[in-house]
T-cell receptor, first 111, second 117 residues
Framework: SQQGEEDPQALSIQEGENATMNCSYK?????LQWYRQNSGRGLVHLIL?????REKHSGRLRVTLDTSKKSSSLLITASRAADTASYFC???????????FGQGTRLTINP | GAVVSQHPSWVICKSGTSVKIECRSL??????MFWYRQFPKQSLMLMAT?????????EQGVEKDKFLINHASLTLSTLTVTSAHPEDSSFYIC?????????????FGPGTRLLVL
């Protein structure tokens, strides 16, 4: 499978804490994107980091990318109950121009 | 607001029947659309790339005769699951890059849940 891997598969934390999710991928990428999916719904684009970038911020989100290790992390600070969802990383393969999704992390924020 | 819509949002059908799912870009022209399948608690698996005015490109292991894709206009792609069986029950999601065919950012439809009895 060309799919990347994410860890943890499931994460449960208290509201207000920070949540960190990791993603590893196998092929060379142009960029890596993070998406959020609420149960039974479509995906919402959160943030994109290009292969020549190492870190990017957007609101409470912080994404890092290490192309030498083929890995990325998503940090959500000051989590809220509404952040409860599944989070997926997806790498845009060089050449193939296709998104390859990681397995996802199911995040639960407990009030 | 939503930029990609799907219809229907859910469908239940009998085994052996065919089901058509529509994916529409609402305020932009989509020369390329992607179809994914997602089983419960799993990730999205790309099934095929739908290209306006030409044949779809299918991923390895996806039967093109079973999952018929038509992209006849710049705003509409359809996926038809032919002779559906219970193992085809899944969540089907389409997406489109907003600018041309380069996947800078994908806009995803809300998904269609298919249950085959």
């Amino acid at each position: 499978s060309q799919q990347g891997e994410e860890d943890p598969q499931a994460l449960s934390i208290q509201e207000g804490e920070n949540a960190t999710m990791n993603c590893s991928y196998k092929t060379s990428i142009n960029n890596l994107q993070w998406y959020r999916q609420n149960s039974g719904r479509g995906l919402v684009h959160l943030i994109l980091i290009r292969s020549n970038e190492r870190e990017k911020h957007s609101g409470r989100l912080r994404v890092t990318l290490d192309t030498s290790k083929k890995s990325s992390s998503l940090l959500i600070t000051a989590s809220r109950a509404a952040d409860t969802a599944s989070y997926f990383c997806a790498g845009l393969n060089q050449g193939a121009q296709k998104l390859v999704f990681g397995q996802g992390t199911r995040l639960t924020i407990n009030p | 607001g939503a930029v990609v819509s799907q219809h229907p949002s859910w469908v239940i059908c009998k085994s052996g029947t065919s089901v058509k799912i529509e994916c529409r870009s609402l305020d932009f022209q989509a020369t390329t659309m992607f179809w994914y399948r997602q089983f419960p608690k799993q990730s999205l698996m790309l099934m095929a790339t739908s290209n306006e005015g030409s044949k779809a490109t299918y991923e390895q292991g996806v039967e093109k005769d079973k999952f018929l894709i038509n992209h006849a206009s710049l705003t509409l792609s359809t996926l038809t699951v032919t002779s559906a069986h219970p193992e085809d029950s899944s969540f089907y999601i389409c997406s489109s890059p907003r600018w041309g065919g380069v996947q800078e950012t994908q806009y995803f439809g809300p998904g269609t849940r298919l249950l085959v009895l």
